[in-house]
């Protein structure tokens, strides 16, 4: 996430009001993880590498599973994040106030029903469609 010097990403945030603060550190940390299982671990100090929409869902996922365990779901709750569209609303939102940016290609859709929360947060399940 780039930040525009005249820009205060907390007061956006709470403008927004959707997520906490917290829930947009864990962002940026599943995009480094989704930019570097994608890119290579070395892109995480090349700077920013585009990744998908369900790359990112998967690499969040993975990032809350590894944190939280069990609890995953539960901390992505209290977040307000309770179905991947809602990766997707934080995203659009740090676009949408030039804090990070998309492709041509990239939609808010992208993001939505990557996986199911209760099955991805309360089991090992494969996510289909992996490709």
Not at 16 to 21: I, V
């Amino acid at each position: 996430m780039s930040e525009k010097p005249d820009t205060n990403f907390e007061e956006i945030v709470r403008r927004d009001g959707r997520y906490p603060p917290e829930a947009f550190v864990f962002l940026r940390d599943g995009l480094n993880r989704a930019a570097g299982q994608i890119h290579g671990e070395q892109a995480k100090d090349e700077g920013p590498h585009h990744v998908t929409g369900r790359q990112l869902c998967r690499a969040l996922r993975d990032e809350a599973v590894e944190r939280w365990g069990l609890l995953a779901g539960t901390v992505l709750g209290r977040w307000n994040i309770r179905a991947t569209i809602d990766f997707g609303n934080m995203v659009y939102l740090l676009i949408e106030n030039d804090l990070m940016r998309k492709t041509e290609e990239d939609s808010l859709e992208d993001f939505r029903d990557v996986y199911d929360f209760d099955k991805a947060f309360g089991s090992d399940e494969i996510f289909e469609g992996d490709n």
